[in-house]
């Protein structure tokens, strides 16, 4: 266990972007604080690692290739993903959908769940399934992998809500073609957005009329739109 002025000492280390994203991972902590105390959460994990000793890229993919059940890859270690429900899935299609009709022709194309997002750098290599996401750098797309998104949807489960909102919100924001991160909830009509531009403060978009504004690729939509069949 590490004590507070160790902890103090660490971030002092830092630079100053990842300070930043240590910043605002704990103004979410604080946030979502308070619900958390009174939130019975699933039995079940939001991830289960599989058994396994480091892995490399290579070993995950033969190993994902071959896999019934999709896995995350984070830093060697590969996580099993549990199941979408309807309400999930419909929230997704219900977005990738116009994301899709709308970015036709241009350089930049919306993807589903079944596309990997590849993130590298110096410390992390991390394989992620977003719900959507849209990327426009084509020569950086790999065959099953993409590179350099700038708009990343995760839709809200109860297994994986919290990381969606803390591991995941602060990876993406270190990732530096993201523009927005949105997470949507699917048991409410009700978006969260970061973008960069606006130093990753949250906008909520809630109410029956509320429209909801994906900047980085020029679109808004209506959430009775987003949340069609859902309720």
């Known amino acids: 266990m590490y004590a507070v002025a160790d902890i103090q000492r660490a971030i002092e280390r830092l630079s100053s972007g990842d300070r930043e994203v240590v910043r605002f991972w704990l103004q979410d902590l604080i946030q979502h604080a308070e619900d958390d105390e009174h939130r019975v959460e699933e039995s079940r994990p939001a991830y289960e690692a599989a058994p396994s000793s480091l892995l490399t890229l290579e070993e995950y993919d033969q190993l994902e290739e071959r896999s019934q059940v999709r896995h995350e890859f984070i830093?060697?270690?590969?996580?099993?993903?549990?199941?979408?429900?309807?309400?999930?899935?419909?929230?997704?299609?219900?977005?990738?959908?116009?994301?899709?009709?709308?970015?036709?022709?241009?350089?930049?194309?919306?993807?589903?769940?079944?596309?990997q997002l590849y993130m590298k750098s110096d410390t992390d290599e991390i394989v992620y399934y977003p719900d959507v996401m849209v990327a426009c750098q084509r020569e950086r797309w790999m065959k099953n992998k993409i590179r350099d998104p700038k708009l990343v949807v995760?839709?809200?489960?109860?297994?994986?809500?919290?990381?969606?909102?803390?591991?995941?919100?602060?990876?993406?924001?270190?990732?530096?073609?993201?523009?927005?991160?949105?997470?949507?909830?699917?048991?409410?009509?009700?978006?969260?957005?970061?973008?960069?531009?606006?130093?990753?403060?949250?906008?909520?978009?809630?109410?029956?009329?509320?429209?909801?504004?994906?900047?980085?690729?020029?679109?808004?939509?209506?959430?009775?739109?987003?949340?069609?069949?859902?309720f």
Not at 84 to 101: E, K, R, T, W, Y
Request: with cysteine; glycine share 6%.
């Open 75 to 115: 830093n060697g270690v590969m996580y099993a993903m549990t199941g979408a429900s309807v309400a999930h899935n419909s929230v997704a299609g219900n977005l990738f959908a116009p994301f899709h009709a709308h970015l036709r022709g241009s350089p930049c194309r919306a993807f589903t769940a079944d596309m």
């Open 154 to 230: 995760e839709i809200l489960s109860p297994s994986t809500r919290e990381i969606d909102r803390r591991e995941k919100s602060l990876n993406y924001r270190r990732a530096a073609s993201i523009e927005e991160y949105v997470i949507a909830a699917q048991d409410a009509r009700e978006l969260m957005i970061y973008r960069r531009k606006e130093h990753w403060r949250a906008e909520l978009i809630a109410g029956p009329d509320a429209v909801a504004e994906f900047r980085s690729i020029g679109l808004s939509l209506p959430l009775e739109r987003i949340y069609e069949d859902v």
